[in-house]
């Protein structure tokens, strides 16, 4: 009896709508499908964990790839909806109790609500969902609800990335390479729906974050911020002097009279009437440039954390980074940018390259403020004569040496001078800005190892042979012809302001 129920409950959510040859477009939503998902909630709040009963049925039914999933997708207008068709999934996706029956089958289901989630639209959806939460943490308005949502959107990602166990007859067959990508590609959609860490940094100031370690923080901070509120401040003073000007010349339009005209040679013009309207008529404005008008790109300025407890936190974070996890992430990033993955976009190119241009700023910073340990970074000189001559194993540049070796460079080079090449079909200047801000700082960075370890020590004997390699290449794809290339077609137009 309580199975016909459940049967009642998952036919009266609605019917997948497909087109003429089969292919699902929308979803039909049922008259009382939401009630119908709210009960379903309660039959798996009630579900034995030892038998689970009311979860094996589900799976067996398909409930997920055929009414859950396609509800997520094509019902997003109806957040509830979506909320507690998210519920559900997080309820089916529990990790099964050791002392529970059938652990195997209950396994087999688990991996077959991966796929389904994997395969869909479903985590960019979910992703989405915590939109909301997070501009409320931003404003500092972050409610119970918000908190709520965020739990049960981890509590999800955790569930199905718990989902790594198959069984022996599953290892020996074909199911495990099977597993293991759908296991690889759901890592790889997190990573792609979650770029933290181009997030956290996004806006900041490595240098406000190195000096939230300084004694005199407090003070510098302070005077920082002040500054650039009142140069906002200033600005927003101009911009409406100005537009006030504009509106009494409009508000006195009416007034007449005899005034004259000065001209740039010198000779004076009587003029009678409106003086606003004369102007128009008189003055005639210069002739435009033939050919296609230029544009002026203005710079978005920062606007950083200023409050002491966030730089600390950031300060933190990012040494915790560097530590170890930094390294390993862009080599494995820069290698797929290299390989041209077909998932690599030109906009995840640039997310890289602000992530490593903030990253090096930031070990720049911390070392133009203070003096490296010269003893750790002499006793590592030459300890390895077979070493890779172009890649840093010390203290100063050795945390970010994923980001600072010969391939990065040449990446970087590569992709800059395709991005100049092409500009006048793509406009894709924020590629441009992103590649020569990074190729800035991490030349910056070798300038600085030279100039304060001794010269017999590794870090500065690598980045002299880097320096060499860059600028001493004179073919059309080195760095130096670039450079020159960039200097003759420099427009004081596109500049920022």
Sequence with gaps: MEMQG????CVGLGTPEEDDNGNRIGYNKGANCSDNLKDLLRFLRRDDPQTRGVFKQVCKWNTVGKDLIPIIQYCQDDRNLVLNAVKVLVFLTMPIEPSSSDIWLQVEYLWGLKAAITLSDTIPVVVSLLEGPLENLDREAFTEDDWKLVQLVLTLFRNVLAIHDFSMLQKVGESASQFLSLRDRFLELLFHENKFF???FLGQEPELIVNARLKDFKVCGSSTSLDILKSIMKEEKQKKMKLSRQRNVVRHSQFSGTFTRLAMDGSKTVCKGNPSSASQILLKPHKAQKGPSKKILWDHERLPSMKDDILELLHDFLNQFLSGGYNDLMESIREDIEKEHHAIQNSD?????????????FQYHKYFTSKPNMEKDNSQAFSDEYADDT???GGICGPIAASMNESMFLLVISRWQNAFEGLKVTHDYKFLSAAGALMRIMIRMLDLVLKLLPGDSKEPLTARIL??????????????????????????????K
């Design 6 to 9: 459940l049967a009642g409950i």
């Design 198 to 200: 181009h997030y956290i």
């Design 349 to 361: 190119i640039v997310v890289f390259f602000q992530v490593a241009q903030f990253v090096t700023s």
């Design 391 to 393: 890649s840093f194993k």
């Design 467 to 496: 320096l060499y390699k860059l600028f001493y290449d004179q073919t059309d794809q080195g760095m130096t012809q670039f450079l020159l290339s960039l200097i003759k077609s420099f427009d004081t137009h596109k500049q920022t």
